[in-house]
């Protein structure tokens, strides 16, 4: 029998981007999905979305946000690919609090603090997005509560990106995630940019 407290949590998680301690850029192609090692035994299911960052699920448990394990999203009868769409869905309620702030040929998305950076992973926000980068969109994701936007093509506005990204890293801010840019392949596929 399914416990219901475990249903409950697999059903209100949402997709969330961590750092995930590897340099190995040859680690398996973004959008595979692991299972990484968690202390008591249990692994927990994350999506690659570089050889940096992963998503992982996260409920609220009333005092702070707790992984979804791969018992967990078992014994809800889920696979990975039904617990990442749910993950998303919940993601993207969240876009509507978001605010857009525009400035220097940028745009940088502010939030609560937790997921901001993970809005990378909501097709429907590049779509909603997608007349401010005519040439596509370059992202900065250095932290999990700053992303930054700019054309592809505005060198500037791409520098300034990089710097800004760089300065966060510099000084060892809280919850880093990605020291690459990415941008949009023809595929919809975010790759880095070096």
Do not use: C
């Not at 996260?58 to 946000?65: E, L, Q, S």
């Not at 993601?91 to 990378?120: K, P, W, Y």
């Amino acid at each position: 029998m399914v416990s219901s407290d475990n249903l409950a949590f697999v059903n209100s998680s949402i997709a969330f981007l961590k750092r995930i301690e590897s340099e190995d850029r040859s680690l398996a192609p973004a959008g595979t999905f692991l299972s990484l090692a968690a202390g008591d035994d249990d692994t927990i299911p994350v999506q690659l979305f570089s050889y940096e960052v992963a998503a992982f699920y996260v409920y609220d448990d009333g005092n702070t946000f707790t992984y979804v394990t791969d018992a967990m999203r078992e014994e809800a009868g889920m696979t990975r690919e039904q617990l990442h769409e749910i993950g998303l869905s919940n993601l993207a309620e969240r876009f509507g609090d978001m605010e857009l702030h525009q400035g220097g040929g940028m745009l940088v998305l502010t939030g609560d603090g937790n997921f901001e950076a993970s809005m990378i992973l909501l097709d429907t926000v590049w779509d909603q997005l997608s007349h401010h980068f005519p040439n596509g969109p370059v992202v900065a994701l250095p932290a999990r509560d700053v992303i930054g936007l700019a054309d592809a093509q505005d060198n500037s506005a791409v520098n300034r990106l990089r710097a800004t990204a760089q300065k966060l890293w510099d000084d060892d801010a809280d919850h880093l995630l990605a020291k690459d840019l990415y941008r949009r392949d023809s595929a919809g596929t975010w790759v880095p940019v070096h």
